[in-house]
């Protein structure tokens, strides 16, 4: 009878090149003085630039994403309505085409960088100097060497066809898995720096021959919950359903608003988003600022600043475009009982339902750039059973054509007008802190970073207040 160890020996021989290929650098720092604090910052640094690589390489993903059946093990999340867009792009003839429905994707991999950037940064900074080793030539020309070498396997493996058995969601958890894991074995490091950085260089290069037997292990049989687990999640091809078009001309047509769209995206992600984020980059900022110490140049600091801001202002950005991306393309026709959403910038139908089974329909009267534009937008519940779903649609800018040509059953489209009393506090409200910020702005006890660090805490507890006090000014 063949024996357990007798059936994992050629699983195990398979991978002996790798594990070797990882003792290298013990040897070599144990044995031979390599620069053990070189090795780990490059280390960790490879590690982290994995996070814009599957940015990158998420856009591209086929597969669609299945986030929700692996909730409980998830570093990734993901919640938005741009997910469940179908169909794709393409931007650059050489490359595959883009799905917009991977972007917001993107947008969680880079924010998970960023905290885990000042994971690194924070462990990384009790076991080496950071600023002087990564400032030698030898480590920025490993670097420019690691870019370029991910570009090339980018290219010649994951565009040649890997792209299309993957999910945007096993692209992008799994480099967040690992990065996880290697966050630990760093704070397991921290305790035994005393032992000098060689024993670091052991911890590490151990949890980076974990991670590869990871990804071996997935690929020959099952492993054990860890390694299955840093190996992420596995792509299935998901069954989707396609929205048949009609060969002929609708019925009826309207499209969205794009100002009032763009316009009704950028106060959602004010109101929402920014508030919330603010304080994370500010942090992200003042340990960047301290990790350069007394080698902090005004030069330098401006260049952080603007880095660490820019990169805030790129990302609400970005939630602009997965907002505008979900709504702005689209196109409502009917076709005798009919209804179906029609995105013009994949040119696919995105959902249809029929017409006897629209439900719940009401205007949506708290939506500012619908009164300041004259558009309106409705919400109604479509389909049954498992296939019910609530669905936006606008804002338009032919409220009457809509309701009248899909037989919604609005009897006005007109507003009433705005309480006075929540507009009163509004203006108080603004005009209290536009006051005090001025008073801090000339006081020369406060400085400036004193000032945005002020704004940074309290933004989180404004906004969402002065949003309260504005929306009691719709009736309802």
């Known amino acids: 009878m063949t024996s357990t160890a007798d059936l994992s020996r050629p699983y195990a021989v398979g991978f002996l090149p790798t594990f070797l290929a990882n003792l290298l650098p013990i040897i070599g720092v144990l044995m031979f003085g390599w620069d053990s604090e070189t090795l780990i910052v490059l280390y960790v640094l490879e590690l982290f630039f994995s996070i814009p690589f599957a940015a990158v390489k998420s856009l591209f993903a086929q597969q669609a994403p299945q986030t929700r059946d692996d909730k409980d093990n998830t570093l990734i999340s993901i919640s938005s309505d741009l997910e469940a867009k179908r169909g794709s792009t ?14 917001p994707f993107i947008t969680a991999v880079v924010g998970f960088g960023i905290q885990s950037s000042l994971a690194f940064g924070l462990l990384l900074s009790k076991i080496v100097d950071i600023t002087a080793v990564i400032s030698e030539r030898e480590v920025i020309g490993s670097l420019a060497i690691l870019v370029a070498a991910q570009l090339i396997d980018i290219w010649r493996n994951y565009f040649s066809g890997e792209y299309k058995t993957v999910s945007p969601y096993s692209v992008v958890e799994t480099p967040a898995r690992e990065i996880a894991f290697i966050i630990l074995m760093l704070f397991v490091s921290v305790f035994t720096a005393a032992a000098g950085t060689e024993f670091v260089v052991v911890v590490l290069i151990g949890g980076k021959i974990v991670i590869e037997w990871s990804g071996y292990r997935a690929t020959t049989e099952n492993g054990s919950r860890l390694t299955a687990w840093l190996s992420g999640p596995v792509s299935q091809n998901a069954e989707s359903t396609e929205v048949a078009l009609p060969e002929k001309e609708p019925d009826m047509r309207m499209s969205t608003d794009s100002r009032a ?30 990790f350069v110490g007394n080698n902090l140049s005004s030069v330098m600091a401006v260049g952080i600043t603007l880095a660490v801001f820019g990169s805030y202002i790129g ?14 393309f689209l196109e409502y026709h009917r076709y005798g009982d009919r209804l179906i959403a029609y995105d013009r910038l994949v040119e696919e139908a995105q959902w249809e339902t029929s017409t006897d089974v629209v439900r719940g329909v009401e205007l949506v009267t708290d939506r500012l750039p619908d009164r300041l534009l004259g558009t309106r937008t409705v919400v109604a519940t479509v389909g049954v059973g498992e296939t019910a779903a609530e669905r936006t649609i606008g804002p338009v800018g032919d409220p009457s054509t809509l309701t009248e040509s899909f037989d919604f059953p609005i009897a006005s489209t007109t507003f009433e007008p705005l309480k006075r009393w929540p507009i009163v506090l509004f203006g108080s409200c603004i005009s209290g802190i536009l006051a005090t910020v001025g008073v801090l702005i000339v006081a020369p006890s406060v400085s400036v970073r004193e000032l945005l660090i002020y704004t940074g805490f309290v933004l989180p507890f404004a906004i969402p207040l002065l949003h309260k006090i504005w929306a009691e000014s719709y009736r309802r």
């Open 315 to 328: 990302f609400l950005i970005a939630e602009v475009l997965i907002f505008y991306l979900r709504y702005g």
């Open 90 to 103: 393409e931007i650059v003839g050489l490359l595959p085409p883009v799905y917009p429905r991977n972007i």
């Open 261 to 290: 769209t763009l316009s009704t995206g950028i106060l959602h992600v004010i109101v929402t988003i920014a508030p919330f984020f603010v304080l994370p980059f500010m942090i992200l900022w003042i340990v960047l600022l301290g």
